[in-house]
């Protein structure tokens, strides 16, 4: 019989392993010597350390989630107990076992981590599902749809909370999304619907504005193409596929008709420069009045370049505005000098500051004469009070001789 450590061979070829529940057989190798046959059985418990070893290095690290060490060691310890090996396999046992305590703070460690984990998605998920509600209510047709689905894969990016907490969130998010689809559709409608309104619209002013483009009734024409350009922004973009056609055509009747009227306006101005010419003569003799010294004679030399200067005729546009605010300068000069006459000329004006006059006189007569009956009866304080009524009706009469001067001349 050969013996070892952790177990023997007997005579037989039969090998033992001793445990600490006593000895058991693990099996015969009888066409080798009993070493090799120890040797066999040991190799076989080398193999199963080493298991366990790499077991141990795995859980430790935290390679395998604590319920895929769990069952990785059941498993290995299944084969431990009944292993067909020469060896210390309770202390693998014992190895094995101590990696319970290792699991269990694993897992425990991991729960925390989830529940941090799914505070994190529940108030990210919050967050975005805030962000849809708002976006539910708003305008933004440009963006908003692009940031839903940016919002929906950053949902699916998260992970899961309970089922209860997880479907209220999403229910509140696909209502978000709904509703705002829904508004979206329904403006892009109305907006498709405005915009065929337009179209409507402005083909009629279209039609308008090429039946006017060869009219020669300038002045009107152009009111009514202002009138058409009025409407025309007031009718709102037309579908864009139609939209700058129709505005090609109303923009080339428009330019059609006022380069008719522009040409027909230059052939005018240039033959009414002959007239700016006759007028500027007369401008410069009507100026020659100023400043003016005899009125009448002004009147009548006015009155003759006025006559003179209808019968010019019409000037070119771009010279009438000059033109006649010289003339109207001369005249303006004339007529308020005749103004100016006629005020301090005024019969009625004349005879009012007249009689002025002749009252603060007669006053101031009667108020001299109390003052020397006052100053004789030796009343002070009467003198005082006549002496300051005297001057100030004296000061009034100064005033009141100056006005009837200026009237009589």
């Known amino acids: 019989m050969t013996s070892h450590e952790w177990g023997r061979v007997a005579d037989d070829g039969t090998v033992f392993v001793r445990t600490a529940d006593g000895e058991r057989s693990v099996g015969q190798y009888p066409e080798g010597t009993p070493e090799e046959a120890l040797k066999f059985y040991t190799?076989?418990?080398?193999?199963?350390?080493?298991?366990?070893?790499?077991?141990?290095?795995?859980?430790?690290?935290?390679?395998l989630s604590p319920e895929e060490a769990t069952s990785s060691v059941k498993t290995v310890r299944e084969q431990v107990t009944d292993a067909n090996a020469v060896g210390d396999l309770t202390a693998l046992a014992g190895r094995l076992d101590s990696l319970s305590p290792?699991?269990?703070?694993?897992?425990?460690?991991?729960?925390?981590?989830?529940?941090?984990?799914?505070?994190?998605?529940?108030?990210?998920?919050?967050?975005?599902?805030?962000v849809a509600e708002k976006l539910a209510d708003s305008n933004d047709w440009?963006?908003?749809?692009?940031?839903?689905?940016?919002?929906?894969?950053?949902?699916k990016a998260l992970p899961r909370l309970d089922r209860a907490s997880d479907d209220a969130l999403w229910r509140r998010f696909s209502t978000a999304r709904t509703a705002y689809t829904r508004r979206r559709k329904a403006h892009f409608a109305e907006q498709q619907e405005r915009r065929e309104g337009a179209r409507v619209v402005k083909e009629r002013l279209v039609v308008r504005a090429e039946e006017l483009a060869g009219s020669t009734d300038w002045g009107p024409t152009s009111g009514a193409f202002r009138d058409l350009m009025r409407e025309?922004?007031?009718?709102?973009?037309?579908?864009?596929?139609?939209?700058?056609?129709?505005?090609?055509?109303?923009?080339?009747?428009?330019?059609?008709?006022?380069?008719?009227?522009?040409?027909?306006?230059?052939?005018?101005?240039?033959?009414?420069a002959?007239?700016?010419?006759?007028?500027?003569?007369?401008?410069?003799?009507?100026?020659?009045?100023?400043?003016?010294?005899?009125?009448?004679?002004?009147?009548?030399?006015?009155r003759s370049i006025a006559e003179r200067w209808d019968a010019a005729g019409k000037v070119p546009r771009d010279r009438m505005k000059e033109l006649e605010g010289r003339i109207r300068k001369v005249e303006q000069a004339v007529r308020s000098l005749e103004d100016e006459q006629w005020r301090r000329s005024d019969p009625e004006k004349s005879a009012r500051a007249d009689d002025m006059v002749s009252q603060l006189e007669s006053a101031i007569a009667k108020i001299e004469a109390d003052l020397d009956k006052a100053r004789a009866a030796g009343e002070a304080k009467k003198v005082t009070e006549l002496e300051e009524n005297l001057a100030s009706r004296q000061q009034f009469l100064e005033m009141a001789r100056r006005a009837s001067d200026e009237f009589t001349g």
């Open 43 to 63: 190799d076989r418990f080398d193999a199963l350390a080493f298991e366990v070893g790499l077991l141990e290095q795995r859980v430790r690290a935290g390679v």
């Open 102 to 130: 290792v699991i269990a703070e694993q897992r425990e460690a991991r729960k925390v981590e989830r529940a941090a984990k799914a505070e994190e998605s529940r108030a990210e998920k919050e967050r975005i599902v805030g």
């Open 142 to 155: 440009r963006h908003g749809a692009n940031r839903l689905r940016e919002l929906l894969d950053e949902w």
């Open 232 to 272: 025309w922004k007031a009718a709102g973009p037309a579908p864009r596929d139609v939209d700058e056609s129709l505005w090609q055509r109303f923009r080339g009747a428009q330019d059609s008709f006022f380069g008719a009227r522009d040409a027909a306006n230059a052939k005018v101005d240039e033959e009414y």
């Open 274 to 302: 002959a007239n700016a010419k006759v007028k500027e003569e007369l401008l410069v003799e009507a100026e020659a009045l100023l400043p003016v010294t005899d009125l009448e004679a002004a009147k009548r030399s006015l």
